[in-house]
């Protein structure tokens, strides 16, 4: 499993995109163990989510970060989320949370550490649909409610979300159909979006 993602992020980019070369990367993922059924999750700190978004295709149309996201860069794992120090890491067993489409970010979250699981951050939700963009379907998209941007007074009201832009507004008409990084009140709900989760996370062994 672990070859054939990286060579799929080989093949977009990825290596020219962070600045490093295929055989530095390639190391990286080598050091991985190859578990059936986890994700090839790219660090932020290797590429950030804003790079990422353009690698995932949809429809022949690369993926964009809304307009109005621009502090994208600022929204960090939330408190409790343990997120590998590592370039690449895995991701396992993730859902879509298709079951959670109608809930808010607010209810969701519960829901989902108290089933034992872990909510993905905006990166690693991306880093899923560049290993299997076909997952990003109409009416069947999700949010990233892993990530959260801190303030002074707490965390922003917004949580990252992916889904398919309709090509209206600001979006342009040229982004109709193509997978959008955006972001929702964290009180409302959307049919449209489930709440992207997973097992657990792990990182070479020293």
């Given at each position: 499993m672990i070859p054939a993602q990286l060579n799929?992020?080989?093949?977009?980019?990825?290596?020219?995109?962070?600045?490093?070369?295929?055989?530095?990367?390639?190391r990286h993922a080598n050091a991985l163990p190859?578990?059936?059924?986890?994700?090839?999750?790219?660090?932020?700190?290797?590429?950030?989510?804003?790079?990422?978004?353009?690698?995932?295709?949809?429809?022949?149309?690369?993926?964009?970060?809304?307009?109005?996201?621009?502090?994208?860069?600022?929204?960090?794992?939330?408190?409790?989320?343990?997120?590998?120090?590592?370039?690449?890491?895995?991701?396992?067993?993730?859902?879509?949370?298709?079951?959670?489409?109608?809930?808010?970010?607010?209810?969701?979250?519960?829901?989902?550490?108290?089933?034992?699981?872990?909510?993905?951050?905006?990166?690693?939700?991306?880093?899923?649909?560049?290993?299997?963009?076909?997952?990003?379907?109409?009416?069947?998209?999700?949010?990233?409610?892993?990530?959260?941007?801190?303030?002074?007074?707490?965390?922003?009201?917004?949580?990252?979300?992916?889904?398919?832009?309709?090509?209206?507004?600001?979006?342009?008409?040229?982004?109709?159909?193509?997978?959008?990084?955006?972001?929702?009140?964290?009180?409302?709900?959307?049919?449209?979006?489930?709440?992207?989760?997973?097992?657990?996370?792990?990182?070479?062994?020293?």
């Amino acid at each position: 499993m672990i070859p054939a993602q990286l060579n799929r992020l080989l093949d977009l980019g990825l290596a020219d995109l962070a600045g490093i070369s295929e055989s530095q990367l390639t190391r990286h993922a080598n050091a991985l163990p190859d578990e059936p059924g986890a994700v090839l999750a790219v660090h932020p700190s290797l590429a950030t989510a804003r790079q990422l978004a353009p690698l995932v295709s949809r429809a022949q149309k690369p993926g964009f970060v809304v307009g109005d996201l621009t502090d994208l860069e600022g929204f960090e794992p939330i408190a409790g989320l343990d997120i590998p120090d590592s370039p690449l890491y895995l991701v396992h067993d993730i859902e879509r949370g298709d079951d959670m489409r109608n809930w808010s970010p607010n209810e969701a979250l519960p829901a989902i550490t108290g089933a034992g699981r872990t909510p993905l951050t905006i990166s690693e939700g991306i880093s899923w649909l560049l290993q299997k963009p076909a997952l990003l379907e109409p009416n069947h998209c999700f949010m990233t409610i892993g990530s959260r941007k801190r303030t002074p007074k707490g965390l922003d009201a917004r949580t990252p979300a992916i889904w398919i832009s309709g090509g209206t507004g600001h979006d342009g008409k040229e982004n109709s159909g193509a997978p959008k990084v955006g972001w929702c009140w964290a009180g409302n709900r959307h049919t449209w979006l489930g709440f992207a989760s997973a097992r657990n996370r792990s990182a070479a062994t020293p």
